[in-house]
């Protein structure tokens, strides 16, 4: 069973404090994903890998992020959490380049909370 | 504006009800369509997937596309309580070449109530 997993379920952080939300995959996909899930704004890509060391900006980049050192490992990182950073982070691979059909394969998300 | 709205619920049935939920967009580009459903404390999980107008049954679910209208749907016959989730839909251009050109509805939280 394929899977992808995230470190923690619950996060509580301060402000200012640097955060890392790390993700696992066990399927060898190449690529990997970061979005935050929020009420009323869906999901919102933040940073993507298309492979080891390669990383590129989603829609909302400012303020994180993310380590590819491995191909199993995608980290997301914020640097000086704030408040506004209060969200679910959800972690997602996919084996290959686009296409149809092609599906991303969720973890079940880091809640993450900065006071 | 948004590209993809989607009404956010949520959305309460009795068991055995028809459900049907909606997204429309703006984007003519957008060829391919998408229904997650996300669990609870679970991440999502891809349901079904169309990249032509008309419907597809898969079961109990079918995806309905209107390209001239810009609106999809998701039915959902002889709903279950099992069936109550977040239903995210997601859309792309045919041939889309980068996780920048894919995006998501905001999510409709559905309870079908025993």
């Known amino acids: 069973d394929v899977k992808v997993t995230q470190s923690s379920r619950y996060l509580v952080k301060r402000t200012g404090e640097k955060v890392f939300l790390e993700c696992v995959q066990d399927?060898?996909?190449?690529?990997m994903f970061w979005y935050r899930q929020d009420p009323g704004l869906g999901l919102r890509l933040i940073y993507f890998?298309?492979?080891?060391?390669m990383k590129e900006k989603g829609d909302i980049p400012e303020g994180y992020s993310v380590s590819r050192e491995k191909k199993e490992r995608f980290s997301l990182i914020l640097e000086s959490a704030s408040t506004n950073q209060t969200s679910m982070y959800l972690c997602?691979?996919?084996?290959?380049?686009w296409g149809l059909g092609e599906k991303l394969f969720f973890g079940s998300g880091t809640q993450l909370s900065v006071l | 504006q948004k590209e993809v709205e989607q009404d956010p619920g949520p959305l309460s049935v009795p068991e055995g009800a028809i459900v049907s939920l909606n997204c429309t967009y703006s984007?003519?580009?957008?060829?391919?369509f998408m229904w997650y459903r996300q669990y609870s404390r679970k991440g999502p999980e891809l349901l079904m997937y169309?990249?032509?107008?008309g419907n597809k049954e898969d079961g109990r679910f079918t995806a309905q596309v209107d390209k001239s209208s810009k609106y999809i749907s998701l039915f959902i016959r002889d709903s279950q309580p099992s069936d109550s989730a977040t239903y995210l839909c997601?859309?792309?251009?045919?041939?889309?070449?980068?996780?920048?050109?894919?995006?998501f509805g905001s999510g409709t939280q559905l309870t079908v109530l025993p």
């Open positions: 997602a691979s996919r084996p290959s380049r």
């Open positions: 399927m060898d996909h190449e690529n």
């Open positions: 890998s298309y492979d080891v060391k």
């Open positions: 984007n003519s580009a957008f060829q391919y």
């Open positions: 169309t990249y032509s107008s």
């Open positions: 997601a859309m792309a251009p045919l041939l889309y070449g980068s996780a920048r050109q894919l995006t």
